[in-house]
Structure formats: C-alpha cells, structure tokens
C-alpha cells in the first residue's frame, strides 16, 4: 500500500500501481469524467501512469492551466495524425502547447504546400479521429531503437531530437496511427476533444535557426465543448479589432520602416507624447521614493557583460559584437542596463548609511530577436525599460521590495489595470546548471519575495523554471479588458551580481559587507506596456495621458479663424487641442474623429462664434451642452486631476 496526500493534506491509502485515474473516480465519477491530468510529487502525468511510492498529489480539470496544457498538448498528437493521414510524406519537427492552444511544425516535402484554404479539410480530419475515442498510450523505449524507429521512417528531424537525448530517458506516444517522441504528459484519449479550430500558419526554422530548413508552422486551438470555442472566436475578432498595430497606425503612433530595420520602432509626435507623459508620471512616483536617474552609454565593453554573466547566458541573443581598430578591444550593444548600474555603483566608496541607493534610467537596450518572432512594439530588437536597481543592505531587503510593489501598484492603478495577479518565479528544482550563484543566496532571494507577497496578502502562484539566470523575480500578470493576460511589471532580488562586480559597503561594524541588488521595472519596457496599454483601452486612453484631449471642429471654413482662436486659449490652459479644418461637412468630421479616438469634440459655428463658446462631444458619449473655453478647460482638467489625485 501507499499513502497518497491531496491538496488538502488529507491522506489516502491505495495499492502500489494505483493510477490518478483509478484515484480521480475513487473521489467521484464526475470528477473522472472531468480530469485530465495529475501532478505527483509536482511532476506531470497522464493519468494512466501508474504511482508506485508515496506521493503528494494534484488533480487538474480544463479550468487549470495544466488542464489546458496537457489537452491542447494532445490536440497538437491529433492534428499530426491528421496530416499523417492526409499527407504521407509529411515529416514532423515539434508540437508543444502553448498558452492558447498549440501549434506543429511540420515539413510537407518538396514540392508540397499547406496553404490556408487547407485547413478546413484538417480540422474535419481531426474531429472524425477523435470522436474514435484512441487512447494516449505512452512506451518508453532505449535510444537505439528509438533512432531505428524514426529513422527508418526517414523522420529527420526527431532522429535530430533524439540524438540530443540521453538514453534512459526517451518516452513515444501513440494514438491511433500515429506515434511520436514526447515527454507527454496527455490526456487519457481523444474523446473530450470536441471542437477545432486551426488558426494559422506561418514559417519557422528549424530549432529557431535561420540557417536550417523553414518549417511550415500550424496553430490551432481545441475545447472540450463548441460553445466554448464559438466563445473563443468572439474574443479573437475582438482582439483583432484591438490589434495595437492596426491602432497603431489609425492614431498615427508609431511606424516602422524595412530601410531603418526590422525591430526598429519610430515613435510619431503622438506616440512619443503618450511615451513621454507615462515616463513623466513614474519620475514623479519615483521621486517620492527617493530614486536618482542616471545615464548609461547604448554600448558597452565586452568584458562588463562576461563578468555580469550575461555574455554566457545572453550573448546569443545579442547583436553580433562591435570590434575597433585596437587589437582585443571588442564591444556590444547595451542588451542590459544592470551592468551598467553596477559600475555606477563601484564609482565611490559606499557605507552602511549611503543605502539604499536607489539608480533610475530609461535605458535603450538591444537584444537581436529572430524576424520570424518580431511582433508590433510587442516584440522588437530595440526598447526602453523604466529600469532601477537598488543596492541595500541585506535587512532592507523587504522594505524595498515591498516599496516597489506598491510603485507597481499605483502604475496599474492609473491604468485600469485592475485584475493582475503574481507570479514568482524561482530556479528549477532538478536543474541549477543554468544559474549563478551559491544556493545559500539563492535561498535567501526566494524568500525574501515570499515573505513580501504574505506581507502584502498579494496571492501568487509558483513557476520553478521561470527565474533569471542571476535572481528570483516576481512577476505582475494582467488581465486586459478581453481577458488575456501579459506580463508587465517585475521585480528581482539578487545576490549575484554585487558579488561578481564585487560591490562593498562599509558597514557600522566598519568591516566590508556585500549589498544585495533589487532590480526593478514597474512598465518592464516602454514598447510592450504601450502596446498592451493599445489593446487593453482599445486606443482610448485615459484623459490624462491622451496625446490629444480635444478636437476644434469648424462647420465651415468660415469659422476657421474663431476656431484658432479657441486652440490658442485652451493651450493657454494647457488642453492639448488640434483643429480639423477639412472642407468636409461636420457630420463626417465627427464620424472621423471618433475613429481617432479623440475624447472630446469641440463643434464651433454661427452661433458659438457670436457668443464665444463651444458646443461639447463626448466621445461615446454624445452632447455635452454649450460652454465657455474656460468652463470646458476648467471640467478637462478636473476630471485630469481626479483620476491621478485618486490613485496616490
């Protein structure tokens, strides 16, 4: 017998071999009729993987992620039997889930080409093998045979994959006709999958090398019911319309250009004014906190990025090294500021009563991102992080860090980013290769993040895996207003870096002491927070940050001079004001000036000329009345006030 203990510490007794199947329908049948898939000891299985030793256990149901995950991951084994079946010379690199659905790349073979208007033809293939209800059935097989296996069938790629693997520790799973090197875990068999949907294909090279083959990529989502993906396609149109491309370029924000470079964002007049306005607003917030801004060169020596680390962990990611006439002297653009921030702080002697130091920069980094992964602001080669780091003593740690969640919390707060959650991100448990650092320290970072979540009753859940090579970090999660979530703020306690760049304080003891280094970015870049910010608001920003408060509508060219007349007083009042003196008729520069997403529209005329007012619109909200300049400047600007008044 042995002990299986749940979620809720309580204990049951089961034989050896029992799987979470058997225990799920031991607890209800409903419950077995809705689990896919089960942690053991915080491991993955299926549930048809037998539990031989005492155990901690988790079951997971389509509303958990690890639900989700092992369901699509299996939706990606049934759409690769579905192109087995319908193209036999396909051959298959990889098929992960991802966090809405899934996605197989695949190469058709020479001469052949899956276009879009093929995939309807997939998706009924993928229903009809469904619904014969195969099992997953996973094997675990030697490194041999599984290279017999795969490369008698000339599959290329897995025989790649499996090559990389040691022996010992390759698994297969089959369904139906179609077997494939994975890991797993999957669902116990096709059947819940009801509804399908591939959304689109795209190119990707092999192992995201630009120099291997161009795969054809598929994505594609499922659900275990036709309401919930009905529901789901909604939201996609929805998102489609927020696209902060297409808004982008509507508002005139910002662009890019081939001839400038792929990645390269260039903000417009307006663009820049949002950019520049939130920048203003965390100076302010940062000021209260004490914060001293600084500024690093966009460059920096080789050598300052191999003492960092981030040479060995990074230095892939970055753009190809700079080298000078002078022999040896190699240098990269600036793919972190922290290093820099570390020099800074190296720069004079430092006691026990300097600290915290806490160093602000709006610094440019480049990182060379693959152009198949190039995405809007969203994903580029070169952004602007709202970066601090601030260096402490070891009993300040806490303080600081909690400090700064609240920083990250009025940020939110005059966004409406109301619904976030945490994430803390710690090393992997079974893997500490791939991190600097003494455990002891990495111990100590840890905790201090989960002592500050508690503090603040902030609920967070735990990713093992997700940290930085140098620290832990904990992670801000937003939902926008459709419901999809981003990462945006962030935070990271590290002990690594002040002992590599062998930071000192002198301590009241008068003996040197190692500060530990808190990096912080409550945006987490410029780029991405403005794009989320896009699709959250659907372009309609809040009145505060808006490039543009107001619009002066002339119907007709008549009134064109008392429309400029009232542009010169409200800038006087500091409303940020445009004029549309188009030869159009009014009702068409109103119809287009919503579409600009303008807050107010300012309709000026015979009558308003004469009485020296304006007739308000609202955006969305139609009439207003008639004021005064000064009445509508003075109503603009308490409403300003009061949005930024309310999230001190």
């Not at 191999?306 to 090294?321: A, C, E, I, L, R």
């Not at 240098?331 to 300097?354: A, Q, V």
């Amino acid at each position: 017998m042995i002990n299986i203990t749940f979620p809720d510490g309580s204990v049951r007794e089961y034989e050896a071999g029992v799987t979470g199947m058997q225990i799920a329908e031991s607890i209800s049948p409903r419950l077995a009729k809705d689990v896919l898939a089960i942690a053991v000891n915080d491991q993955l299985y299926d549930l048809t993987r037998q539990i031989n030793q005492d155990a901690t256990i988790k079951l997971f149901k389509w509303e958990d992620k690890e639900g989700q995950h092992a369901f699509w991951h299996s939706s990606a084994h049934l759409m690769a039997e579905a192109l087995q079946a319908l193209y036999p010379q396909m051959k298959f690199g990889i098929g992960p889930a991802i966090e809405n659905g899934f996605y197989y790349d695949v190469d058709p073979g020479e001469g052949n080409v899956i276009k879009d208007s093929d995939l309807a033809a997939i998706e009924k293939k993928m229903i009809e093998l469904a619904r014969q209800k195969n099992d997953y059935i996973r094997t675990e097989i030697s490194k041999a045979d599984a290279l017999k296996m795969f490369g008698d069938k000339n599959e290329i790629y897995k025989v790649e994959l499996i090559n990389d693997l040691e022996d010992g520790q390759i698994t297969l799973y089959r369904q139906g006709n179609f077997t494939d090197l994975c890991r797993g875990p999957h669902i116990p068999n096709t059947e819940p999958i009801k509804a399908v949907k591939l959304l689109s294909i795209a190119g990707a090279y092999w192992r995201g090398d630009e120099k291997r083959p161009q795969l054809t990529r598929i994505y594609g989502i499922t659900f275990p019911k036709q309401k919930m993906l009905d529901d789901y396609l909604v939201l996609l149109e929805e998102a489609k319309k927020r696209d902060h491309r297409k808004i982008g370029k509507e508002m005139d924000l910002f662009m890019f250009s081939d001839m400038v470079g792929k990645g390269l964002p260039m903000w417009l007049p307006k663009g820049m004014s949002i950019r520049l306005r939130l920048q203003e607003f965390l100076r302010k917030i940062q000021n209260s906190y004490d914060y001293r801004e600084v500024l690093t060169p966009p460059i920096g020596n080789k050598n300052l990025y191999v003492t960092s680390g981030h040479w060995d962990h990074y230095g892939k990611d970055s753009f190809q090294p700079i080298t000078t006439p002078e022999e040896g002297e190699v240098y990269l653009l600036k793919p972190m500021n922290c290093p820099h921030h570390c020099t800074i702080y190296k720069n004079s002697p430092r006691s026990y009563k300097d600290l915290p130091l806490r160093i602000a920069e709006f610094g440019t980094v480049s990182r060379y991102e693959q152009s198949g992964e190039l995405h809007g602001l969203t994903r580029v080669r070169n952004f602007t992080q709202d970066d601090a780091h601030i260096f402490c003593r070891p009993d300040q740690v806490k303080q600081e860090f909690l400090n700064v969640m609240d920083i990250i919390s009025v940020v939110f707060r005059a966004l409406d980013f109301n619904n976030f959650e945490a994430q803390i991100s710690l090393r992997d448990k079974n893997d500490h290769e791939k991190y600097i650092g003494s455990d002891e320290n990495w111990e100590k970072a840890e905790n201090a993040i989960v002592e500050a979540c508690k503090e603040k009753g902030l609920p967070a859940v735990v990713e093992y895996g997700e940290a930085a090579f140098y620290g832990p970090k904990l992670d801000f999660m937003v939902k926008d207003a459709i419901g999809r979530r981003w990462q945006l703020g962030t935070i990271q306690v590290d002990y690594n870096l002040p002992e590599r760049f062998d930071l000192e304080y002198i301590g009241s003891d008068n003996q040197k002491h190692r500060p530990v280094m808190i990096h912080r970015a409550p945006f987490g870049s410029l780029e991405r927070f403005v794009a989320v910010l896009i699709e959250h608001t659907a372009g309609k920003f809040p009145l505060w940050l808006t490039p543009e408060q107001a619009v002066i509508l002339p119907v007709s060219e008549k009134y064109n001079d008392y429309a400029q007349s009232v542009l010169k007083l409200l800038k006087n009042y500091d409303i940020r004001t445009v004029i549309d003196d188009r030869n159009e008729k009014i009702g068409k520069k109103i119809r287009d000036n919503e579409l600009k997403r303008i807050p107010y529209m300012l309709v000026v005329g015979e009558r308003e000329a004469q009485e020296q007012t304006i007739s308000v619109r609202k955006q969305g909200g139609g009439d207003q009345g008639v004021m005064t300049c000064k009445e509508f400047a003075d109503m603009v600007n308490k409403e300003v006030s009061a949005i930024l008044e309310n999230i001190k």
